[in-house]
């Protein structure tokens, strides 16, 4: 069984690196205006899992994953507690390697951390001895405020910069979260559950801006989520897993924004629902960290 220490720890390493690998980028580069970024077109990255697997110790996590994520598209992951969501999402971000199988970004194996790769957590990690503004700028080249206050401004928090983590909500917190991903111009952003704690709706509001952040900045998008409607809502791809393995890869043709009132929203939600309803929960299976009697937001650092 995986400790929550284990899976503490490597988040810890993404944030240390966060300091340390943009230390040495040109400031300039950080301070573009926004007519200077590349194009929507050249924004996302194109993923491809093939044959993928991972064990600990003696249990299977992920078995023979096969999976591709074309430039610019939203993908949600959803599936029961411990089928290896999270576990995916962590081989795609370099924080673990895989026992078996290949992953690659535009066609280049991925080794470790990347440059465009950037992940939201569950709980927003951020330094409470650092101001909102130094938070997102954390890694940028020094004088690179300019850039954490412009998107800072993009998720609404642009009068914020001053305070300290504290004094913020949980879906603030999340937003300066966010901004501190979408501040590197990622092209591909990974999000593991970072709105599973937040109440029904601080998590509409967070759909929506997260959804409007990917329209405007084309990057590929990879959730990872408990919440069967909140995929619907955001992703074009919908990937359920089961026992490691993917069960189903469900496309959503609505046109954005979604309206759950949507009839077509409804069908394709219950469709996903009864698939993972066909098949009851096995705990002591499970592969990954099962914590009785707590809801999976309620563990907020465990990834």
């Known amino acids: 069984m995986l400790h929550p220490q284990v899976s503490f720890e490597s988040s810890q390493t993404y944030l240390a690196a966060e300091s340390g690998r943009d230390a040495g980028r040109d400031s300039a580069s950080d301070t573009l205006p926004p007519q200077a970024q590349p194009s929507t077109q050249d924004r996302g990255v194109r993923l491809e899992i093939r ?3 991972k064990r600990y110790g003696q249990r299977q996590v992920l078995q023979h994953t096969e999976l591709v994520i074309e430039p610019g598209e939203f993908v949600a992951i959803v599936g029961r507690s411990g089928c290896g969501k999270s576990t995916l999402l962590r081989l795609v ?3 673990e390697a895989a026992t078996q199988g290949s992953i ?3 066609g280049q194996d991925v080794t470790g951390l990347r440059e465009d790769t950037r992940i939201m957590f569950q709980d927003s990690r951020l330094l409470p001895w650092r101001r909102v503004i130094d938070n997102v700028a954390l890694g940028l080249a020094r004088g690179a405020h300019a850039a954490a206050a412009n998107v800072l401004a993009q998720v609404g928090l642009g009068d914020r910069q001053p305070d300290w983590p504290a004094r913020l909500s949980g879906g603030q917190r999340q937003r300066v979260s966010l901004a501190r991903a979408l501040v590197h111009n990622p092209r591909l952003l ?3 559950e970072p709105l599973g704690a937040l109440d029904a709706l601080t998590r509409i509001e967070m759909h929506q801006l997260i959804e409007g952040l990917w329209q405007r900045n084309g990057f590929t998008a990879l959730l990872v989520t408990h919440d069967v409607q ?12 089961e026992d490691g393995r993917i069960a189903l890869d469900e496309r959503v043709n609505i046109t954005r924004p ?9 069908q394709i939600e219950k469709k996903i629902l009864d698939r993972v309803l066909q098949q009851p929960g096995d705990a002591a299976a499970s592969t990954e960290p099962v914590w009785p009697g707590t809801p999976a937001h309620g563990v907020r650092w465990a990834v």
């Open 51 to 53: 044959g993928l697997s």
């Open 93 to 95: 971000a370099g924080l």
């Open 104 to 106: 690659r970004l535009d």
């Open 190 to 192: 990974l999000l593991d």
């Open 230 to 241: 909140e995929a619907v809502a955001l992703a074009d791809r919908v990937i359920l897993i």
């Open 258 to 266: 979604r309206e759950r009132s949507n009839p077509l929203f409804g």
